[in-house]
């Protein structure tokens, strides 16, 4: 129903402004590519150890601009935002070990990733400083493609910020319902407790889980720091919006995680661009809908409340 | 290992965290406040220099300036330390323990804009460094210690907000109430001015001399008695561009894109109320949210057949907004800028994109002026590496015209400041940007530019002498037309 709703709205929009709807569409789309990167590795966090990662917005900035220091060295943007991705990718492990050692009690473990999201955001204003900063696009991925019927252009690089969100969603569906470690994961996120006793170690499991989240959170810094661009205060921006997608979604799935991206994405880049004024409210009102149907997101499902 | 409860709890917690998020973001400039240590330091500063200002808490600063600490610096004061600029004799200074001047910084040491409250400090420290200061250190806030006016010594508190108006009146009111501060020199953006105007004017024996806070309200309407602005306001930055995108670049339908509060406000209806006048007309007003990052879906509504586009954004603002603007539509219709969008503290960051972009403001690096080269060198000399923008400018002339006032009544701020107050609305004198005098409302009268970007640099078209607060209008018609809003002007 929330769907039909809305896709009577898109339609009702597209109407009246014409030629610009696919610029709409594609910003939505854009948008929504980012906000899935970063969800899909909170929801993932979330579905297996329960924790609602509140660092996951400061991976963000730091594998944004650790990317940006590596891509003022070498020069090469893969390059850095691949090491960008395994830096974070280190850090989100680290963050598991300290979680780990209240594993198990819900509010202490939200609180010390509340902290860790502090002294992130801190340590990124102290190293980079306030003045905001962007990566160059790849130069392959420079420029911009002519859409038709305006004079307006599209900037390769958002395409392909779609083109990489789709590529991760692929590899993480791969991973998850293709291979061993992924019915492991799988299996964990359901009963990690009867896991261990198979002779599975799951904390092995847990903290590849979270530097999995973590390579997630770093690669879409570098993404939004290349076609947006890395200030302070972007944790909280993006953690926001990807705790939106997440909630949207359904806690802890990945294919909730893609829809609600796409959702949101498209009804942000709407409402802006039709009601500039009431976008927030409509972004979250879209939210409050998507809950009072579905109570649990949109993929979300009961089983969360066995015990 | 997880127990069996976490299942149930698990709602209750994603709801408390989405409630925790929210009041991040909301307030996020609140919790970088709380972490003043970092936000602290100039840019350029190594990170191992956190240590040294970690504490600078106000609590930490308000031990400093008390009355003891008086006998040691009028003690300096016979050694002829005194300011360059000669000035009033010592016949001040001739009981044992003068009670020091405090003088109050305000600016945005936190947030997102923190970068230009370390160009606003170094600009205040220049200005006492001029009347026999000496640094305390590099980090923003050290202060100056030792300066004197009239052989009355003169302390300085540095105090930071994060430009969001209740955290500027909570550090003003740490600096009057707990500092004793005699002299507030701030603050940086245009909300906080009117916040802190409403709180100056409760404290009548306090003066504020605005920094950078453009809100034309701040003197325009319903002045206060205290508040002093040897600046611009937001239109008057903006002054001459409606004409000459009219006249000159021959524009008759423009939009304009500027974020949705009150200091672009003044800057669109400057632009506007020119442009209109001469018979130009607006095709769409877009506002953005202050912050925001994509501007993907608000270049869409810019309408593809006007003339230019009119931008006013500040610092993250602009950079985002050039950046994708240029993007996507390869600059295609011309830009015309706001003057904080392309001030010289972003044009660094804006790059090629902002070549030839056309504004009018303060600040020109061509002008010429002896002043202003003395003061470009001045600056690079005590701060390597600075160069002149708004934010270092205006909080120099705003310190300087405030000693020069002490100076002239030789310290003396009995009976509510009331001669101090008086001469400083009589100062007149050459600043780095030109001349500068007061109106009746306390509101400076002076030179604006109308400049274009020219090897990152702002060159000068042509400068626009004594702009007042009107904006050359009929006073009367102009305060009666109502602040500048949304849809005001109404450009029909």
Redesign the interface.
Known sequence: MAGVALGGYIVERSLEIGD?SL??LL?GL??AGLYFLMASGFTLV?GL??V?N?AHGGLYLLGGYTALSLQRMTGNWFIAAGLGAVATAGLSTVLYLVLRRV??D??PE?MLT?GAA?VM???A???W??????LDPPAALRG?IDLPG??????KF?LSVVAMAMLAGLCLWLLLYRTRLGSTIRASADD??MV?ILGIRVELVFCTVFAMAGALAGLAGAAGGTY??L????D??I??AS?IVV?AGG?GSIGGAAVAAVVIGLV??FA??HH??F??LITFGTLIAILALRPHGIFGSQQ???? | ??????????RI??A???V???A??CG??D??A??P???T?P?EAP?GA?DTDGGTDADDSMEEPSAGDAEASSDDSSDGSASDEGGSSDDAGTAEAIEPITIGAISTLD?????LG?FSMHGVKLALLEYGGTLDGDATRDTVTGAEVAGVPIELVIEGSDATPDVAVEATRRMVEQDGANIVIGPLSGDEGLALKDYIREHPDVTLVNGTSASQDLTLRDPSPNVFRFGGDGAMWTFGVGTYAYEELGHRRIATVAE?YSYPYDQVGAVLTEFCALGGTVAER????L?T??Y??????IP?DVDAVFFAMG??DA??FV??YD????Q??PLIAGPTAVDQSVLN?LGSRAEGLVSSGPVVDDSGLAEFDTFAEYLDDVFPGQTPNTFNVYYYVATKSALQALEEVGGDLSDGSAAFQAALAQQSWTTPIGPVVLDDNRQAVVDMYLRRVTDGAQATIETLPLVNATLGFDRDAYIAQGSFSRDNPSCG
């Open positions: 610009r610029l709409v910003n854009t948008a979330f150890v329960r609602t509140l594993h198990g819900g509010l939200t509340l502090i955001a801190d340590q204003l102290a190293n400083g306030g003045v905001p900063s962007d911009s305006s004079i307006l252009l599209y900037p958002r990690s407790d261990s947006l661009s200030a302070q205060g972007e909280n921006r953690l926001l705790l909630i806690l942000e880049a802006q661009t500039a004024i976008s927030v969360d409340d066995r015990a | 290992m997880r127990n069996l409860g976490a299942g149930r709890s698990w917690l994603a408390l965290a989405a925790v998020v929210l991040a973001s996020d400039d919790s970088t709380d972490t240590s970092a936000g330091e840019v990170a956190t947030g997102p804009f923190a970068a370390d949705d877009i506002w953005v949210p912050g990052q994509d993907s879906s608000f270049v869409a509504q593809d610092g993250t950079i985002n950046k994708q993007e996507f539509t390869g295609a219709i960051e």
